[in-house]
């Protein structure tokens, strides 16, 4: 798997609705929780 791949897999994963999440996504509850804004211009930006 390279490593663009694996970005799309853990996007993929992160941005799908839970039953859990009160089907909120990950992502959501995540930038919730912490209290940023991750999203700029529509898209999201996240580097580590």
Excluded at 2 to 17: C, H, I, V, Y
Aim: proline residues 4%; glycine residues 8%.
């Amino acid at each position: 798997m390279s490593e663009k791949e694996a970005f799309r897999a853990t996007d993929l994963m992160n941005n799908r609705p839970r039953k859990c999440l009160g089907y909120k996504t990950p992502f959501e509850v995540f930038a919730k929780m912490t209290g940023k804004d991750y999203f700029l211009n529509g898209s999201v930006a996240l580097m580590g």
